[in-house]
């Protein structure tokens, strides 16, 4: 870690609410992909539970995190709260990475919210995604560079 910028995690309360601006942006993006998609299909109708839709929204969901993780850390939410995501070396996130962190964020389903809810008892205020994906949330300052290079 960089002694110049000394890790400081982010609390539960930013996170949340970093996290609810994302799923309402995000939400907002999977409406437009859906809605042109239907036009695409002359107004029909996309059944319940087709597979390919399924992989198609988990894509599209992979990749407006993965692109804002892997290009400065930093969704809309996570700016808005001056919160970053890097690796826990402190450097930038690669899309493996992003995709580590993507798929181990189901942990917050299963049970629900207990993989967020283990950041009140880890000293480094760690879920279990940043765990399981060897990443972390710090807090930042106005001024603070945007990732390090973890060297």
Same mark, same amino acid.
């Given at each position: ?11 539960? /309360? =930013?996170?949340?609410?970093? $996290?609810?601006? @994302?799923? /309402?942006?995000?939400? &907002? ?5 859906? +809605?042109?998609?239907? #036009?695409?299909? %002359?107004?029909?109708?996309?059944? *319940? ?7 198609? /929204?988990? !894509? ?12 400065? &850390?930093?969704?809309? &939410? +996570?700016?808005?709260?001056? #919160? ?9 996130? !690669?899309?493996? @990475? ?12 299963? *049970? *629900?919210?207990? %993989?967020?809810?283990? $950041?009140?008892? @880890? ?17 930042? !300052?106005? !001024?603070? =560079?945007?990732?390090?290079? &973890?060297?």
């Amino acid at each position: 870690m960089n002694p110049d910028h000394p890790y400081r995690p982010a609390g539960v /309360l =930013p996170r949340l609410a970093a $996290m609810t601006y @994302d799923w /309402l942006l995000l939400a &907002g993006i999977l409406f437009i992909l859906t +809605l042109g998609l239907i #036009l695409l299909r %002359g107004g029909a109708a996309i059944t *319940p539970g087709t597979w390919w839709y399924t992989a198609l /929204l988990i !894509s599209a969901s992979f990749l407006f995190y993965g692109w804002f993780w892997t290009h400065g &850390g930093q969704t809309l &939410g +996570l700016r808005a709260w001056r #919160l970053r995501v890097v690796r826990t070396d402190g450097g930038r996130i !690669s899309w493996r @990475d992003a995709a580590r962190r993507f798929l181990a964020a189901t942990t917050l389903l299963v *049970p *629900p919210g207990l %993989g967020l809810a283990w $950041m009140l008892i @880890d000293r480094r205020r760690a879920c279990w995604h940043d765990l399981l994906s060897r990443t972390r949330v710090e807090r930042t !300052s106005k !001024s603070s =560079p945007v990732a390090r290079d &973890g060297s």
